[in-house]
């Protein structure tokens, strides 16, 4: 029990701990109840004036005591003038320093204040004090049985309190720490009021628990925050608050809501392996950097609508658990969808799963579609390994060598191998001769995979190349705007196709050329369609030169073959001075054209109605395009086909050849809008 005589014998003696003179009272019960006034009125301003006499400042330890009544630490500092340049003469040099730092914030935050009270006259500038608290204090499994108030109060140096427990409430608002503070294993059992607090260096509350209500609202920490494994049992608020280094919440326990809303994040989120129960609200909040919800779990909603991503800004959401019904992870449409990542396929399965049903609850169409690509693209870079990489189940000695594991390593694996296969390349960490290092240095490079068959291995590559194609045509179906773009562009091509091959026929005896007039317009049209296909692609192809490579693959070599036959053979034929194309001539009309073929029917009849295109208008540069429109978009206004007689062979197979093409492009097209249209996709994906 602290008595009077025991107070000023402790006073009177401070001990040297940790290198700096300190005030022991430690394993002390401290009575500072209303019932034992005497004592807690020379309390205060006896421990005020020892603590703060000397220079440097004594440190005070109140570990391992019980303190009963209301303890404020405000009482034990110093009154500092928040406004004009006056700062007690006991301040060092250095601690002036530290409270100059954040004088000037503090009285902008108060200006508002003191001029509302000036308007009407009764308070004064002077009037407004920070209460300074120069000496290290320490209460390590200190028992606070009632309020501790710390309020408007500048700690200069380290602040120890590892294990403490507070009965009652903790107000600490506007509260300044200049040092470390360290609350490691605290108990709150009351409300723990942080508001508007600055920590200049890092705050350590690790495995704390709050059983009531935690406010930071409106605090800044310049320095890391290290919340592991705590737990909120009640409603935990940090909105508004800046976080300028990394901010560690993992294994984080949350009962109840937690809001984050208007908080800035300079720096990494960490809630890997953590635990949300009910709400968790990012509303209008900026984050800098990465958010890695790794291994964690959601039972509510998580809000990051309308929350500014940076361009290094993602949502890290590997392994990451619905636990009920209501678990739903919600941002602005469009956006929260680009910002998720998941680096691998293994594991996330069920996840992006339950990734694209929650967006289609939310009708979110277009974060669906880009769950979907990157579930696409995960899909791609998993089959990449399976074909390419060394597969350690089935590796030989040599190739194990090459990519650097020694001798013993590799009898390692065999001896493993031999016994049960691997089947995640973690497992060689538990191997004897394998370390973290070695694990870092080889897995670019392995997989563990079971042995693929010939068959299985044909398999897997002709999912990889279709996967390839469509991610590289279409965005697996997400963009329509692709697609269209590469539309536009084939058009294009095999319009000047058709159109060389029909105007240019020969040199000899007489050349058959276009006017000069009609070369200009096809070349400009020409260049202007690439032009914009061109621009779309490189728009929204994430990879356009692998999409223009892709594209080539189809358009190039086939075609140029063609070309070659048919300017290699010399086709004089009867109608050499006729154009290959004929057109419908009984009618003019937009019109859809899937089951259209290219050639026209045999029927004699139909030859009256068919007529070649003539080549003395100034518009016959467009019907090579409507050809190629009807060959690849099935859809032209004027139905335009090959002749039936007089027909290089090589000519033909081009047409078919785009025609064949057009199937697959349609097919392409019809997926990416049905998947892209909100009420088409729900109707077609919603169960």
């Known amino acids: 029990m602290l008595t009077e005589r025991v107070f000023q014998d402790r006073l009177n003696a401070p001990v040297l701990r940790d290198g700096v003179q300190t005030v022991d009272l430690t394993n002390l019960t401290i009575d500072l109840r209303s019932d034992n006034t005497a004592f807690r009125d020379r309390f205060y301003p006896v421990l005020q004036r020892k603590l703060n006499e000397t220079n440097p400042p004594l440190a005070l330890d109140l570990s391992g005591s019980i303190v009963r009544g209301n303890l404020d630490f405000g009482r034990l500092g110093l009154n500092v003038p928040l406004y004009g340049s006056a700062l007690s003469p006991l301040l060092s040099v250095e601690e002036r320093q530290q409270l100059e730092r954040d004088r000037r914030r503090l009285s902008q935050l108060r200006q508002l204040s003191r001029s509302s009270l000036l308007e009407f006259g009764s308070q004064n500038e002077e009037d407004f004090q920070v209460m300074v608290f120069r000496g290290r204090l ?19 140096d380290r602040v120890d309190g590892i294990g403490a427990v507070f009965a009652k409430a903790l107000r600490g608002a506007d509260a300044r720490f200049s040092q470390t503070v360290r609350l490691t294993n605290a108990r709150f059992s009351g409300e723990a009021i942080f508001q508007n607090d600055i920590f200049f260096e890092d705050l350590e509350l690790n495995g704390a628990r709050f059983e009531e209500q935690v406010r930071f609202r409106g605090s800044t920490f310049k ?24 901010s560690d919440f993992s294994q984080t326990n949350w009962q109840d809501r937690s809001w984050f809303s208007k908080a800035h994040f300079s720096d990494d989120l960490i809630l890997t392996n953590s635990s949300f129960m009910e709400a968790v609200n990012f509303r209008e909040s900026q984050l800098d950097r990465s958010v890695n919800l790794r291994s964690s779990s959601i039972s509510g909603l998580m809000d990051f609508s309308d929350t500014q991503f940076s361009e290094n800004a993602h949502l890290n959401v590997s392994n990451l658990t619905f636990d009920s019904e209501k678990a739903m992870l919600s941002g602005n449409p469009g956006q929260i ?7 691998t396929l293994q594991g996330n399965e069920n996840l992006l799963k339950n990734l694209i049903r929650n967006f289609r609850k939310l009708e979110q169409i277009e974060d669906v579609n880009l769950v979907d690509c990157k579930r696409a693209s995960l899909k791609q870079k998993d089959l990449i390994k399976q074909l390419f990489l060394i597969n350690i189940n089935t590796a030989s000695f040599m190739r194990l060598q090459k990519i650097g594991l020694s001798d013993t390593q590799i009898e390692e694996i065999f001896d493993r191998r031999q016994i049960k296969p691997f089947t995640n390349l973690s497992e060689i960490l538990i191997l004897e001769k394998f370390n973290l290092t070695t694990y870092v240095k080889v897995r670019d490079r392995i997989v563990a995979s079971p042995p693929l068959s010939l068959i299985k291995r044909f398999q897997r590559t002709i999912e990889f190349l279709s996967i390839s194609i469509l991610l590289l045509l279409s965005q697996n179906g997400t963009s329509f705007e692709l697609v269209f773009g590469i539309g536009v562009f084939s058009i294009a091509y095999f319009g000047v196709l058709f159109w060389g091959i029909d105007r240019f026929r020969r040199q000899l005896p007489a050349p058959i050329v276009p006017k000069s007039e009609e070369t200009v317009w096809m070349l400009s049209s020409f260049s202007l369609l690439i032009g914009l296909g061109l621009s779309e692609i490189f728009h929204c192809s994430p990879q356009p030169l692998l999409t223009l490579i892709c594209l080539s693959v189809a358009l190039i070599p086939v075609p140029a073959w063609l070309l070659f036959l048919i300017y290699k053979n010399r086709h004089d034929l009867d109608l050499i001075n006729v154009s290959y194309f004929v057109e419908d001539g009984s009618m003019r009309q937009l019109r859809l054209t899937i089951g259209r073929l290219p050639v026209i029917p045999r029927c004699t009849l139909f030859r009256d109605r068919y007529e070649p295109i003539l080549f003395d208008r100034r518009w016959n540069w467009l019907n090579y395009y409507d050809l190629s429109s009807n060959n690849l978009f099935k859809f032209c206004f004027n139905d335009i086909r090959l002749r039936d007689r007089e027909i290089p062979g090589s000519i033909s197979a081009l047409v078919w050849y785009q ?29």
């Open 138 to 156: 320490k209460f390590v499994e200190t028992r606070f049985l009632d309020i501790v108030d710390f309020t408007n109060t500048f700690f200069l």
């Open 223 to 246: 320095n890391k925050v290290i919340f592991h494994g705590s737990v909120f049992n009640n409603i935990a608020n940090f909105e508004n608050v800046s976080f300028l280094k990394v």
């Open 337 to 343: 969808g680009r910002v998720i990542s998941i680096p």
């Open 659 to 687: 025609w064949g093409l057009g199937l697959f492009y349609v097919a392409l097209l019809l997926w990416t809008l049905s998947r892209t249209i909100p009420g088409l996709n729900l109707f077609l994906y919603l169960k």
